[in-house]
């Protein structure tokens, strides 16, 4: 089992920036893909990044690459989603995610992370 927690999020005007947090407990010892998720009101769940145990390999969704960047510390058991250049389409809940099947090749599919955060709101004001 791994719990997720996730903190950072807030209101922000566009062009600001947030740092969202995620904090691991539980089966913290074991190598595992960690991804950052987005729901908006009315909208599926979509995929924002990932990283691999490593950090060696990273993956951003295209409307965010450039703008977003995903890191992790696995001396504390955290993965971060600095968050920049904000526009009002990246209101969102944000969802931190583990993927225990594999340490490396991020999915993007949402079946495809066992385990998930509550979610922090993020929102972003034109």
């Known amino acids: 089992q791994v719990q997720l927690v996730e903190s950072g999020g807030g209101l922000v005007q566009a062009g600001g920036s947030l740092r ?10 074991s190598t595992y893909v960690m991804g950052w998720f987005r729901q908006a009101p009315g909208k599926e769940r ?15 969704a295209d409307s965010v690459k450039g ?15 600095q968050m920049n250049s904000l526009k009002s389409e990246d209101t969102a809940v944000y969802y931190c995610a583990a993927d ?5 090749l991020a999915s993007r599919r949402v079946s495809a992370y066992e385990y998930w955060g509550q979610g922090t709101q993020v929102t972003v004001s034109s």
């Open 20 to 29: 969202l947090s995620c904090a691991a407990s539980g089966r913290t010892s």
């Open 100 to 104: 225990t099947s594999r340490s490396s």
């Open 46 to 60: 979509e995929f924002v990044a990932a990283i691999s145990w490593s950090g060696g390999s990273i993956y951003y």
């Open 67 to 81: 703008r977003f960047t995903i890191s992790r510390d696995n001396a504390k058991n955290s993965v971060y989603l």
